[in-house]
């Protein structure tokens, strides 16, 4: 018998969500992606307008963002949490996708 290789079935834009995520890594750390102004209280506001924000802005599709999580934390050289490997189940990566992403973000 020949030995099948299934090769990850990833999206462009998964893709390009890892890229963003090592990036991320390597430049201004895996911080947690910026608040919206509604959602800050007053003196965060203040704060913000006074000093300025670089916290990432969140992409907007949730996939894309679980994958950008993702790869930022094993670029770091961080164990990802069981709760973002769940996340990424959940949003219909398997373990061979997080295998690929995890070597491209290495």
Same mark, same amino acid.
């Given at each position: 018998?020949?030995?099948?290789?299934?090769?990850?079935?990833?999206?462009?834009?998964?893709?390009?969500?890892?890229?963003?995520?090592?990036?991320?890594?390597?430049?201004?750390?895996?911080?947690?992606?910026?608040?919206?102004?509604?959602?800050?209280?007053?003196?965060?506001?203040?704060?913000?307008? /006074?000093? *300025?924000?670089?916290?990432?802005?969140? !992409?907007? +599709?949730?996939? =894309?963002? #679980?994958?950008? &999580? @993702? %790869?930022?934390?094993?670029?770091?050289?961080?164990?990802?949490?069981?709760? /973002?490997? *769940?996340?990424?189940?959940?949003?219909? !990566?398997? +373990?061979?996708? =997080?295998? #690929?992403?995890? &070597? @491209? %973000?290495?």
């Amino acid at each position: 018998m020949v030995p099948v290789t299934v090769t990850p079935a990833l999206s462009r834009q998964d893709w390009l969500a890892a890229h963003v995520g090592a990036h991320d890594a390597d430049t201004i750390g895996c911080r947690a992606p910026a608040m919206p102004d509604h959602a800050k209280t007053r003196l965060q506001r203040w704060m913000t307008r /006074l000093f *300025g924000d670089n916290a990432p802005m969140p !992409l907007a +599709d949730p996939r =894309l963002e #679980a994958v950008r &999580r @993702f %790869a930022c934390a094993t670029r770091a050289g961080r164990l990802p949490d069981g709760t /973002l490997i *769940g996340e990424l189940h959940q949003r219909g !990566l398997d +373990d061979a996708e =997080l295998a #690929a992403i995890a &070597r @491209f %973000a290495a």
